[in-house]
T-cell receptor, first 113, second 111 residues
């Protein structure tokens, strides 16, 4: 297994456009997490799934954000009507349900102009 | 509010010497602590962890110490190597769910 992968690695979009990111977790991991990281900060939790169920959402996840994990494998994170404040690195991580250690992908860097 | 705090944002150390990174937390419910290392343009890489029921965990050149009464943990890297130059994040979890991260420490190891 090559680890957690994320696509695209970079995305530049204009304010008001919709964007979608994809995360493919490590295959045997049933938990998948999304985090956001801005300059000078550590990653901040957005949401997580156990299998296909979305179990928790942060208050950072406004109604413009939606995440899915339809078959309990890959996940998508969509941002509608992007704003300049959405510019950040979006990180995906996966783990087994009983484990604490989360394994991160390389991230998708979003720039909203 | 910042539940995990890393002060001294940057550290420079000579190759072969010890690097010590510190982390303080405020939430007494945290039951597991982790350190991640991050290179530019990459995601964080898991380094070492410790359960709240222990006070020390060692893995090769890396040792993490936990002082629960002080709500403080530290990461020791001995000896430091140039490849250790990166940003190090302290993270904490409760109920093996979300991770709360500090802001990170930049470490520069000087050859």
């Amino acid at each position: 297994d090559t680890g957690v992968s994320q696509n695209p690695r970079h995305k530049i979009t204009k304010r008001g456009q919709n964007v979608t990111f994809r995360c493919d977790p490590i295959s045997e991991h049933n938990r998948l997490y999304w985090y956001r990281q801005t300059l000078g900060q550590g990653p901040e939790f957005l949401t997580y799934f156990q299998n296909e169920a979305q179990l928790e959402k942060s208050r950072l996840l406004s109604d413009r954000f939606s995440a899915e994990r339809p078959k309990g494998s890959f996940s998508t994170l969509e941002i509608q009507r992007t704003e300049q404040g959405d510019s950040a690195m979006y990180l995906c991580a996966s783990t087994q349900a009983a484990a604490y250690e989360q394994y991160f992908g390389p991230g998708t860097r979003l720039t909203v102009t | 509010d910042q539940q995990v705090k890393q002060n001294s944002p940057s550290l420079s150390v000579q190759e072969g010497r010890i690097s010590i990174l510190n982390c303080d937390y405020t939430n007494s419910m945290f039951d597991y602590f982790l350190w991640y290392k991050k290179y530019p343009a990459e995601g964080p890489t898991f380094l070492i962890s410790i359960s709240s029921i222990k006070d020390k965990n060692e893995d090769g050149r890396f040792t993490v110490f936990l002082n629960k009464s002080a709500k403080h943990l530290s990461l020791h890297i001995v000896p430091s190597q140039p490849g250790d130059s990166a940003v190090y994040f302290c993270a904490a979890s409760y109920g093996n769910n979300r991770l709360a991260f500090g802001k990170g420490n930049q470490v520069v190891v000087i050859p």
